[in-house]
């Protein structure tokens, strides 16, 4: 009889996050695969706490080439995907990400961490990625470093990958007024990049329908997601999920910085991230959608080097050397 009583495990994450019969969740510290880290020595990296309350921490990249000529770059965050449950700016996949941005974007990346389902439900993982950012402006005065001798606060990016992407949206969002603008000076963001982002909603798309079971996300794992980070009793067309469901705010008073939607072909997102962008470029704010067909989520960090990674990387360099403009 105790045997039967032993707390089971009810869910399951990628290897990494076990949410038991009994409430209780563990997570182990490292991702369920194995990725070495490329690190050359061209690319400094440290660690810094923004959030004390939290516990939460970020890390910062900067080129070490930049002390030679002594110009300020462009300031490039990046939120970690994982569902909103999984996921971390330590993970071996993330720095090699990372690294590769601040090399060939010629930027000082910030990779913030922030708090994950289901133990800390969203909006939790959105009010940690608005502190990372006002972090940033608050260095204007308060002085890191790094940020007070090589940053351009005058040119901020925001991007994210998956949930990271979500982020991005909902950053824009909460970005997206005057007011708001001027609660960040001096930073100033010029541009977002959503990088296949995760969006959701009860009905599904031709994409969700279809996607394979062994795709590297598929339909359980992507529902699994949001019924753990989600509020308790919400479904997929939650506001945080579906930017265009019943009970969304309206969209149309934002004032959306130019932003850049990246897709990939067999995407279990793509249609839902297409017709995100679709619907804003059509209520005319400056939205365009990068389509990288044949590519499965994630592919630029599964591997940072592939061929298609290299032409993203292009791809956002050029958004990023332009300030904000497409192609």
């Given at each position: 009889?105790?045997?039967?009583?032993?707390?089971?495990?009810?869910d399951e994450?990628?290897?990494?996050?076990?949410?038991?019969?009994?409430?209780s969740?563990?997570?182990?510290?490292?991702?369920?695969?194995?990725?070495?880290?490329?690190d050359?020595?061209?690319?400094?990296?440290?660690?810094?706490?923004?959030?004390?309350?939290?516990?939460?921490?970020?890390?910062?990249?900067?080129?070490?080439?930049?002390?030679?000529?002594?110009?300020?770059?462009?300031?490039?965050?990046?939120?970690?995907?994982?569902?909103?449950?999984?996921?971390?700016?330590?993970?071996?996949?993330?720095?090699?990400?990372?690294?590769?941005?601040?090399?060939?974007?010629?930027?000082?990346?910030?990779?913030?961490?922030?708090?994950?389902?289901?133990?800390?439900?969203?909006?939790?993982?959105l009010?940690?990625?608005?502190?990372?950012?006002?972090?940033?402006?608050?260095?204007?005065?308060?002085?890191?470093?790094?940020?007070?001798?090589?940053?351009?606060?005058?040119?901020?990016?925001?991007?994210?990958?998956?949930?990271?992407?979500?982020?991005a949206?909902?950053?824009?969002?909460?970005?997206?007024?005057?007011?708001?603008?001027?609660?960040?000076?001096?930073?100033?963001?010029?541009?977002?990049?959503?990088?296949?982002?995760?969006?959701?909603?009860?009905?599904?798309?031709?994409?969700?329908?279809?996607?394979?079971?062994?795709?590297?996300?598929?339909?359980?794992?992507?529902?699994?997601?949001?019924?753990?980070?989600?509020?308790?009793?919400?479904?997929?067309?939650?506001?945080?999920?579906?930017?265009?469901g019943?009970g969304?705010?309206?969209?149309?008073?934002?004032?959306?910085?130019?932003?850049?939607?990246?897709?990939?072909?067999?995407?279990?997102?793509?249609?839902?991230?297409?017709?995100?962008?679709?619907?804003?470029?059509?209520?005319?704010?400056?939205?365009?959608?990068?389509?990288?067909?044949?590519?499965?989520?994630?592919?630029?960090?599964?591997?940072?080097?592939?061929?298609?990674?290299?032409?993203?990387?292009?791809?956002?360099?050029?958004?990023?050397?332009?300030?904000?403009?497409?192609?």
């Amino acid at each position: 009889m105790a045997s039967e009583a032993e707390p089971r495990v009810v869910d399951e994450c990628r290897g990494v996050l076990f949410v038991y019969s009994d409430g209780s969740v563990v997570r182990r510290a490292q991702p369920g695969f194995s990725t070495p880290v490329r690190d050359d020595g061209t690319v400094e990296w440290k660690d810094v706490t923004f959030d004390d309350a939290h516990g939460l921490g970020l890390r910062l990249y900067l080129p070490r080439e930049r002390a030679a000529g002594g110009r300020r770059l462009p300031v490039f965050f990046y939120y970690h995907g994982g569902g909103f449950c999984i996921g971390s700016r330590t993970w071996p996949n993330v720095q090699n990400y990372c690294l590769r941005l601040a090399s060939d974007l010629g930027a000082l990346v910030v990779a913030p961490d922030y708090r994950l389902a289901p133990e800390h439900r969203l909006p939790a993982a959105l009010d940690d990625a608005a502190a990372a950012v006002l972090w940033l402006a608050a260095q204007a005065k308060e002085g890191d470093p790094w940020v007070a001798e090589a940053a351009d606060l005058g040119r901020v990016f925001v991007s994210g990958d998956s949930a990271g992407g979500t982020i991005a949206h909902h950053l824009a969002v909460r970005f997206g007024s005057p007011a708001a603008r001027a609660e960040l000076a001096p930073v100033a963001v010029r541009g977002y990049v959503q990088l296949m982002p995760f969006f959701g909603g009860v009905e599904r798309t031709r994409s969700e329908a279809e996607c394979p079971d062994d795709a590297f996300l598929n339909r359980p794992l992507n529902d699994r997601y949001w019924r753990l980070s989600l509020p308790e009793g919400a479904t997929a067309d939650h506001p945080v999920s579906n930017p265009f469901g019943p009970g969304a705010p309206a969209l149309d008073a934002v004032e959306f910085a130019p932003t850049m939607v990246v897709v990939g072909g067999r995407d279990i997102l793509h249609d839902r991230a297409v017709d995100y962008a679709d619907r804003l470029k059509a209520a005319g704010k400056p939205v365009e959608v990068r389509d990288f067909d044949g590519q499965q989520h994630g592919f630029f960090t599964i591997d940072p080097w592939s061929d298609a990674s290299a032409e993203l990387m292009r791809v956002v360099k050029r958004f990023v050397d332009s300030d904000g403009r497409f192609d």
